[in-house]
């Protein structure tokens, strides 16, 4: 891989000179690139900046998040399926790119592959003659948008997963998504590989080592070279990595050089990452390997009715992009079709606004028309040239200045509080760190400062009123240059009420001074004539509310809480309590844990937590929520729950399952009973978890039915 590399390098390097372009004299000699280098697709893929993620397969008809592989064909069965409605909302969104799972790990292919029965050709869809793959595929090339494919390399289904076998399958099932379906823009790999499944209709665990068993190096030529434009995604890329989580956060600083760890010190493979460095990247990486934050509209990747409340509003939205665009990263945004097979209202509503949001911050660049002026400039670049938003054409500092100044005179005094920073990637990211002043009574002024800036970076200041600012850049060992700076302004956007519950257990709504906040509770969107929130509700038996703040004639976006049942009451009767104070689990504050890891070490699952819950309920659900502090250690991925009348007699299990995609996606779970259980008892068993050997919990509680 490294002399693949440093070919790669050299062949960059080649492109960077054939793409320069002198303003002043061709003799001029091109700017020589600077470290790692990104490649022609991922140039024209850090320039998209934000895309979209489709799942969607038979888990949309299950409700499941990881399907086990022995759902039927047939449960495929969208009732008024759209792909074009689909591809449009999203474009008008703002995404420049779609990729569709056309392989989730429960094996259900949504092409009619030759090397599966586990695909469309099998269901009763479209009398087994529809193609999803095609259909988006099309509907993206009708709107102008770009397209990708999530190909899960874990397949729960296939008789042969965990052989060499299967593997020949896989790179096959690769092959006839690379030939058929027209240019692809991203080929995406999942790092969960291996575990519980239904391999060919055996109920079975079957395990691989992730380092070796795919042969990526293998995988990727095959991709690199029938899809040369595509970038290649995993956890540690090659093309473009994880950015660890999957809240669509970014660090700052997020460097695009990268160097994964692994034990022959080349590349790791998918799932085989042992670097902490994922969210921020590595300052002198090895690698071009820029970071993706993917993240899902909803609570879940998949469309789950029960979240059709739970959809992120508008301005969440914006605080993404801040924290992914604005940090460096592309934002990839899951938004996924429902049963009927088109976008659910709620999310087109949400899209929408956060569309409106995004054209509103870019109304007007304030830059524009400004005079600029550099305290060096290199032949053959020109300082004005930051303000046309081009990567190919940029300002560079003269050849050995390794800072620089860029003095930006605007037209006339204005009003922002966002600046746009981007460098030429294409000659490797060379600044280390900078700072911005503003002009204030003469005087320029420090107002925000930062260190990575790469394809492009936003950074939020004050409200600042000024007619000139001030970029100074510190580099490396290399001359810094810029391609972009402007100037905007963050529309202000009224937050939306937050619902907590207090210490007694009543419901309250929290939002800044001056607002009315305004509720239902019959699930109807609250209005101007819906009842005021004056003080915190008794509602024990939990519910639905919808709340929103009002001030004058402006009005916040409408948050939406599932409420469980009170515990303010409930009591622990049964639990491990060396390490800590069960009672953490039912104290309604997720940032107090119930754990089992003593100060002698570590106590293993399975852990059981036995609960009075004080009166008969009828329990349609039990919640579980794991720790939310960033950790994933003690976290459940197997579970039990009883249910009882007497705290003696529990009788067979009421629900028993996985938590699927807990460890990357550790949100508030719900485990829906078959048919509503009456009981004043709750007993919850933590049969194994994803890291470490100790259970953590950091809240319990259930849903009563209605």
């Avoid at 009170?566 to 069960?582: F, L, M, N, R």
């Amino acid at each position: 891989m490294t002399n693949n590399s440093t070919l790669l390098c050299s062949m960059l390097a080649g492109i960077a000179a054939l793409a320069w372009s002198s303003p002043a004299s061709m003799d001029v000699e091109a700017p020589r690139p600077y470290g790692a280098v990104p490649s022609p697709a991922q140039l024209a893929w850090n320039d998209m900046e934000m895309h979209g993620f489709v799942h969607f397969t038979t888990n949309t008809f299950t409700g499941r998040e990881w399907g086990f592989g022995d759902e039927s064909p047939d449960m495929f069965n969208p009732t008024d399926y759209d792909p074009e409605q689909i591809v449009k909302v999203m474009a008008d969104g703002g995404m420049k790119g779609i990729i569709l799972t056309a392989k989730h790990h429960d094996g259900f292919c949504l092409w009619p592959t030759k090397t599966t029965k586990h695909s469309v050709a099998s269901s009763s869809w479209k009398h087994g003659k529809g193609d999803v793959v095609r259909d988006f595929a099309n509907a993206c090339k009708k709107y102008g948008l770009k397209f990708g494919i999530y190909l899960s390399p874990w397949d729960r289904n296939h008789p042969a997963y965990g052989t060499p076998e299967y593997i020949k399958v896989y790179r096959e099932q690769l092959r006839e998504l690379l030939t058929n379906y027209g240019p692809l823009f991203e080929v995406w790999h999942d790092g969960a590989n291996g575990g519980d499944g239904y391999y060919g209709g055996k109920r079975e665990k079957r395990s691989i080592d992730r380092s070796t068993y795919y042969d990526w190096p293998k995988t990727w030529e095959l991709v690199h070279r029938l899809q040369p434009g595509a970038v290649i995604f995993s956890d540690v890329g090659p093309g473009c990595r994880w950015v660890g989580n999957e809240s669509g956060f970014a660090n700052y600083p997020c460097w695009a050089t990268y160097e994964p760890k692994s034990p022959d010190a080349s590349l790791a493979a998918p799932g085989h990452c042992t670097s902490g460095n994922l969210p921020s990247g590595d300052v002198n990486g090895k690698f071009w390997i820029p970071a993706e934050a993917d993240v899902s509209i909803r609570p879940g990747w998949f469309w789950h009715e029960s979240e059709n409340a739970r959809v992120r509003t508008p301005e969440n939205l914006m605080e993404l992009y801040f924290c992914s665009v604005g940090r460096g990263a592309n934002l990839n945004l899951n938004v996924p079709p429902d049963r009927r097979g088109r976008i659910h209202e709620n999310d087109e509503v949400a899209l929408k606004g956060f569309a409106a949001l995004l054209k509103k911050l870019y109304s007007r660049n304030f830059a524009a028309g400004a005079v600029v002026s550099a305290d060096s400039t290199r032949p053959g670049t020109d300082a004005s040239r930051v303000l046309d938003r081009k990567r190919t054409t940029f300002w560079m500092a003269a050849d050995g200045h390794k800072t620089g100044t860029v003095t930006l005179n605007l037209p006339e005094e204005a009003e922002f509080d966002v600046i746009r920073l981007a460098e030429p990637i294409q000659l490797g990211q060379r600044i280390r760190k900078f700072s911005v002043s503003v002009l204030e009574d003469g005087q320029f002024v420090p107002w925000v400062d930062g260190s990575s800036i790469g394809g492009h970076t936003l950074r939020q200041g004050k409200l600042v009123k000024t007619k000139a600012v001030r970029v100074s850049i510190d580099a490396a060992d290399a001359e810094p240059a810029l391609s972009e700076i402007s100037l905007w302004k963050r529309p202000v956007v009224m937050k939306a009420p937050e619902v907590v519950r207090n210490a007694e257990g009543k419901v309250e709504l929290k939002s800044p001074s001056g607002m009315t906040l305004r509720y239902t509770l019959d699930g109807t969107e609250p209005g101007t004539l819906s009842p005021e929130y004056k003080e915190p509700l008794n509602l024990p038996l939990g519910g639905k509310i919808a709340a929103r703040a009002f001030r004058g004639e402006e009005m916040s976006s409408v948050v939406t809480e599932e409420l469980p049942v009170s515990t303010a009451d409930w009591k622990v009767i049964a639990a491990e309590q060396a390490a800590s104070d069960p009672k953490a689990a039912i104290d309604g504050n997720p940032r107090t844990l119930w754990h089992t890891h003593a100060g002698s070490g570590e106590i293993a699952p399975p852990q059981a937590i036995d609960i009075d819950m004080g009166a008969d309920i009828p329990v349609s659900a039990v919640y579980y929520t794991p720790r939310q502090d960033g950790t994933t250690r003690g976290i459940v991925s197997h579970y039990e729950v009883y249910l009882s009348n007497d705290g003696k007699n529990w009788g067979r299990p009421a629900a028993t399952g996985e938590f699927s995609n807990i460890k990357a996606n550790p949100i508030r779970q719900k485990i829906a009973m078959k048919h509503p259980v009456k009981a004043r008892y709750m007993r919850f068993v933590a049969k194994s978890v994803v890291d470490g050997n100790h259970v953590v919990v950091a809240e319990l509680g259930v849903e009563a039915a209605r």
